[in-house]
């Protein structure tokens, strides 16, 4: 059975900074593109970021490029987002998700970031 | 970027009678590969959300054939053939033809 479980979530003030981690199991994660997506408080999915299978290509969204850092140990099966400078907007459920061809097929149970003074 | 517009954005449904939910992109979404990469996922409340439709028609494993999706280049439909309670939830589509991946609006399902 294919797990993702987050963590690392909580609550932070602003400008300070977070690491998200996700444990994965139940698949070749050293095989698979990992993403991070997010969806704030009664609103829609927002991808963050994508890591290739090696941890060699990665990509962010506008909103966080430049303070967010995906990262990845294969060995360890572990998907990690290095959040700095957070802000009040970044406040969410942040999603990993597997995405083998692009396909986004198996998701973690999300983790809740809160950022306010 | 590339848009994805769902309509519409809520959708009163009767059990047992179809359900449809169009989507579009503000670019086509066939890859240099030959393949689109648009997927249609559903979120139940308080849930992550789950893959329904791969590559425009492909039900992922485990999905129900009461669900099935259509259409080319920026213009796309999910199908439900007949409407079950466990439907109820937000559909969205998303395209991961280009980055940045994006998703639609969302569309909420509800009896």
């Known amino acids: 059975e294919v797990r993702l479980v987050e963590s690392g979530g909580g609550l932070v003030q602003p400008g300070g900074s977070l690491r998200l981690s996700c444990a994965a199991s139940?698949?070749?994660?050293?095989?698979?593109?990992m993403n991070w997506v997010r969806q704030a408080p009664g609103k829609g999915l927002e991808w963050v970021s994508y890591i290739h299978a090696s941890g060699s290509t990665t990509y962010y969204a506008d909103s966080v490029k430049g303070r967010f850092t995906i990262s990845r140990d294969n060995a360890g099966n572990s998907l990690y987002l290095q959040m700095n400078s957070l802000r009040a907007e970044d406040t969410a459920v942040y999603y990993c998700?597997?995405?083998?061809?692009?396909?986004?097929?198996?998701w973690g149970q999300g983790i809740l970031v809160t950022v306010s003074s | 970027d590339i848009v994805m517009t769902q309509t519409p954005l809520s959708s009163p449904v009767t059990l047992g009678q179809p359900a449809s939910i169009s989507c579009r992109s503000s670019q086509s979404l066939v890859h240099s590969d030959g393949n689109t990469y648009l997927s249609w996922l559903q979120q139940r409340p308080g849930q992550p959300p789950r893959l329904l439709i791969y590559?425009?028609?492909n039900r992922f494993s485990g999905v129900p054939d009461r669900f099935s999706g259509s259409g080319a280049g920026t213009d796309f439909t999910l199908k439900i053939s007949r409407v079950e309670a466990e439907d109820v939830g937000v559909y969205y589509c998303?395209?991961?033809?280009?980055?940045?991946?994006?998703f639609g609006q969302g569309t909420k399902l509800e009896i």
């Open positions: 998700a597997r995405s083998p061809w692009g396909h986004f097929v198996s």
């Open positions: 998303m395209q991961a033809t280009q980055f940045p991946r994006t």
């Open positions: 590559q425009i028609s």
């Open positions: 139940g698949f070749t994660f050293s095989s698979d593109e």
